[in-house]
């Protein structure tokens, strides 16, 4: 089946900095999608993105179909950032698979 | 608006007891249904899906079924629980493999 791999695994950053997260995918997907899991465990979703450019506030992400990866932007990071961010894919059959995540620490 | 209910929220339940954990889909029709479970607060593992009535796909072997009795309803349940399916269970709704999911609030359970 397909693979999601999401990096870096943990990030921790200052209150204020910028961040980068990525999510690489095996094979060629129908769809991709970007959640935030909030610490009471919700999953907020954050982009539906299988293709292009989206931003939404402070927040952005690009999905670069043909060469197998998506990008998540946080810019200008507040302590409510934090929390653990996953890629979701879907191909073929209609299920989502989810990456590993990403961790995200925001110190004030 | 479509929305999406899933209880309890938590529960805390003995080895050897039945589970059943339900969740519904309002304000839409004929969606697609998921169950996944997540442990140690990473990666989310798909253990159901349901594209009707009746339909249930099951992604890996386990203590575990699940049955949708009705369009909107998915119930997950055991017969007879272990310690290993502690963990937090998330139901989720789509309209289809092409378009977005939405997950429910989770239900965390702990075995004991």
């Known amino acids: 089946g397909i693979q999601v791999e999401q990096s870096p695994p943990d990030l921790i950053l200052q209150e204020g900095a910028n961040s980068t997260l990525r999510c690489n995918f095996s094979?060629?997907?129908?769809?991709l999608q970007w959640f935030h899991q909030n610490p009471w465990g919700q999953l907020i979703n954050l982009f539906y993105?299988?293709?292009g450019t989206k931003q939404n506030g402070r927040l952005s992400a690009t999905t670069v179909a043909t060469e197998r990866y998506s990008l998540l932007y946080i810019s200008s990071s507040q302590t409510t950032d934090s929390g653990v961010y996953f890629c979701a894919v879907v191909r073929g059959a209609q299920k989502l698979v989810f990456g590993q995540g990403t961790r995200l620490t925001i110190n004030p | 608006s479509q929305t999406i209910h899933q209880w309890p929220a938590t529960l805390v339940q003995p080895v050897g007891s039945p589970l059943s954990l339900e969740c519904t889909v309002e304000g839409t029709s004929n969606p697609n249904l998921y169950w996944y479970r997540q442990a140690a607060g990473r990666g989310l593992q798909l253990l159901f899906y349901?594209?009707?009535?009746?339909?249930i796909s099951s992604e890996v072997p386990q203590n575990l079924s699940a049955s949708r009795p009705q369009d909107r309803q998915f119930i997950l349940s055991s017969k007879k629980l272990l310690l290993s399916d502690s963990g937090f269970y998330l139901c989720a709704w789509s309209y289809g493999m092409n378009t977005e999911a939405f997950f429910g609030q989770g239900t965390r359970l702990t075995v004991v």
């Open positions: 349901s594209v009707g009535i009746g339909q």
């Open positions: 094979d060629s997907v129908n769809n």
């Open positions: 993105i299988p293709s």
